[in-house]
């Protein structure tokens, strides 16, 4: 086990309306097989020791499949690493003497809650206009009663891995969420059980989107890059498609 | 129509338009270079081009009109587009990304160059007297040091903006498949890059060759 001494930019902002800076720390010793969240939870104790609030930021699981974490660090959504979410990243990636600046997630739609956490819950509002199925209750149907080509079945989960981070948003140079508003409705569209509200979903899903004040999708692939998971961006073309699709051709208004 | 307007209101609507009107110019934009290749084969070729180009009378207008129709829809847009992707993100990063594709992030100021050469032009050629002949009148626009090099400058501008259309146009209409996606990144760049040479190939004959369109 080595140890890395770090500085510290990190944007420190008490409240949503308060006005923030960077505040400027020295990390001490870390050891190199600490994961990112640890080395800030290092930090932390050390600040509430000596009487300091206590960096804010979102976490939960710390295996990378919850999508709470997530800040911008110099300039990466979940840092350096490709395909890696922030509670994953270890510090064997760093150097000694570097310095990280760390910045909460920046977008109109995502308001700064506290230092490094946003409010993510217009992606919630998203998915709740149109990113499920519709079920009837009843028996348990028996497994593959209904038949997918594995093809479809893979593209569909390969959509599904989308942990909702909002990385995509905080990379876009427009702050637009298409990437995951993609990974929602390709996930759902490709399947059987997702047809009969197929239509209706692409509209609502987008509609909600704009509203929301996401930007505009330039066809950059910046979210693809910082996508822990890799959702590739042929799930915006898939949702280019789905749109104009239920525009020209459907009833869905 | 509130139909109408409420899908080009959307974010990919709007995308559509982009992509249409974008496929539009690039289409003209072939059509123009194929045009303008007659200089090549010198002064007799090219005016004889323009002869013909004008005979065609009234469908030329009709031609125009419609083209400038799509330059607006093109610009109209991509202004909306512009201020509403500068307002989706308030508060800047303090470290921004290094490794930006430089075709994709200049889109606007790159289209913002095109506008300006696009006026230059018109006022060089379609609004010019018509004393001379075309061929003429190329060669003294742009055998003028001064204007020639603006029109380098602002060619290099229109191929770095099509190095990333070209592809970014099939990207919004929803084609993306493993099977081709190579082909179209790669196709579209060569396209790019050979429409941006052949374009550049004019005004740098005229720069540097006397004999050029004589
Ligand atoms: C006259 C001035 C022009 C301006 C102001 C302009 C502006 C823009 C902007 C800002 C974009 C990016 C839109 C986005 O973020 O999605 C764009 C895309 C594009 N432009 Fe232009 N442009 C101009 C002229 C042209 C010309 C002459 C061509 C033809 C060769 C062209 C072809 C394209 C294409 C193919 C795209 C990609 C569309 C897409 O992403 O789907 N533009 N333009
Ligand atoms: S904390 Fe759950 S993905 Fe990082």
Known sequence: ?253 | MSWFLSVFQSSIGKKYIMALSGACLSFFLMAHLAGNTFSFLGKEAYNSYAAHLHSLGGFIHVLEACLALVFLAHILTAILLFIDNLSARPTRYAVSATDRSWSASTMPYTGALILIFLVVHLLNFHFASKMISTADQVKTVLGNPPLGFFYLVALSGLTLHISHGFWSLFQSFGANHPQYNRFLQRGGLSMAVILGALFMLIPLLALTTDGFLQ
């Open chain 1, 1 to 253: 086990m080595s140890l890395i001494n770090l500085t510290l930019r990190i944007w420190r902002q008490s409240g949503p309306e308060a006005q923030g800076a960077f505040h400027t720390y020295e990390s001490g010793p870390i050891s190199t097989s600490m994961s990112f969240l640890e080395m800030l939870d290092v930090l932390n104790e050390r600040l509430i020791l000596s009487g300091e609030e206590a960096v804010a930021f979102d976490h939960d699981c710390r295996e990378g499949i919850c999508g709470m974490c997530g800040s911008v660090v110099n300039g990466k959504p979940h840092g350096p690493e490709q395909k890696t979410t922030l509670c994953q990243l270890h510090m064997r990636h760093f150097k000694d003497g570097d310095t990280l600046v760390i910045e909460p997630f920046r977008s109109r739609a995502f308001k700064l809650v506290k230092d490094l956490i946003v409010d993510r819950s217009a992606f919630d509002a998203i998915i709740a206009e149109g990113g499920y199925v519709s079920v009837n209750t009843g028996g348990t149907p028996d497994a593959n009663t209904i038949p997918i080509p594995n093809p479809t079945a893979e593209q569909a989960l390969d959509a599904a891995e989308c942990i909702g981070c909002g990385a995509c948003v905080a990379a876009c140079p427009n702050a637009s969420a298409m990437l995951f508003v993609g990974a929602k409705v390709s996930h759902l569209s490709l399947l059987p059980q997702g047809q009969p509200e197929r239509n209706q979903r692409a509209l609502a899903m987008v509609k909600k989107m704009d509203k929301l004040g996401f930007g505009n999708c330039g066809n950059e692939k910046r979210c693809e890059k910082a996508c822990p998971k890799g959702i590739s961006i042929s799930n915006i073309a898939r949702l280019n498609r789905e749109f104009m699709k239920a525009v020209l051709f459907s009833n869905e208004k």
